[in-house]
């Protein structure tokens, strides 16, 4: 940028004094206010973070009404427009109801992929959308990003909330061949290594699909729950985040220590706690 001294005026002439322009400051991203003002207003301790790579296909979203939370993670491929659009509409899709029941989230998922679809575009998205209501906890999801819970009563007290869609997934494998899909090298027509997901709608004939599974569980079973994209699980395993998350570790910080055990790709972490109701409202 080449900086230039303003002209002063010619001497004896008058000058009309000019309206100074404010200072060019970097505003917030409107994503990033929504979600800070989300984990303000949010009556269990959350922390997010969203660290992208070249790629920037990851999103993410927040929200928060009273005892009702929401949180949504998306991992785009083929381009970042269908993770784009759904973190946008997809919070706005649940105020209308702010339930944590499972019909609600699956029409959160269906609203989104119905908007995309409309406006033709290309790509698609993973998906995990979570959300509570102060009784149950609900988790939602398509492709292979993940929830992960901690819960005393499952076996080494981590609980996987979510189910990989990918072609490695034998179930996924055989719902395609009966779809008369097509998997080829390893991919959905040849492709996407994911088999459901949002968007990819020129995939769909070869089997793709945005077929949610759902899982919920007593929200008072549930100490806390890390909801993040593959950047994160490619290089830490469920056990090895909630013992992190246990000693006190942050969104942030399991960001660091993804990068520093070798991830490359975008990175999008939520970690939501969930104490007791008299320790929550302390």
């Not at 001497?11 to 303000?40: F, H, N, Y």
């Not at 609600?104 to 998922?109: D, F, I, M, S």
């Not at 072609?167 to 998997?183: D, K, L, M, S």
Request: hydrophobic share 40%; with cysteine; net charge neutral.
């Amino acid at each position: 940028m080449e900086l230039r001294t303003p002209r002063q005026p010619p001497s004896g002439c008058i000058t009309t004094p000019q309206r100074r322009s404010p200072p060019c400051t970097p505003t917030k991203p409107l994503w990033l206010q929504r979600c800070e003002d989300a984990c303000v207003q949010c009556q269990y301790p959350c922390s997010f973070a969203l660290d992208q790579s070249s790629k920037r296909e990851d999103r993410l979203a927040l929200a928060s009404f009273g005892a009702a939370f929401f949180v949504a993670v998306f991992d785009g491929h083929r381009g970042a427009e269908v993770a784009a659009l759904a973190a946008q509409a997809a919070p706005q899709c649940w105020r209308q109801r702010r339930h944590a029941a499972p019909e609600a989230l699956v029409e959160v998922l269906r609203k989104c992929q119905d908007m995309a679809r409309q406006e033709r575009l290309q790509g698609g998205s993973t998906a995990v959308l979570m959300a509570t209501d102060g009784q149950q906890l609900c988790c939602c999801s398509v492709g292979d990003s993940r929830a992960v819970a901690r819960v005393a009563a499952a076996p080494s007290g981590t609980l996987r909330l979510t189910r990989e869609h990918s072609c490695r997934v034998p179930e996924e494998v055989e719902r395609i061949a009966a779809a008369g899909g097509c998997i080829s090298f390893g991919r959905v027509g040849g492709v996407l290594p994911m088999t459901r997901g949002l968007g990819n709608f020129d995939l769909e004939a070869a089997g793709f699909a945005c077929i949610p599974d759902v899982m919920t569980l007593p929200l008072m079973e549930v100490s806390f729950v890390v909801v993040a994209s593959d950047g994160l699980w490619d290089v830490i395993s469920d056990e090895e985040c909630c013992a992190l998350v246990s000693r006190g570790c942050t969104a942030d910080g399991l960001v660091r220590e993804a990068r520093q055990r070798g991830s490359s790709d975008d990175v999008a972490v939520v970690v939501t706690h969930f104490p007791p109701l008299s320790a929550a409202g302390a």
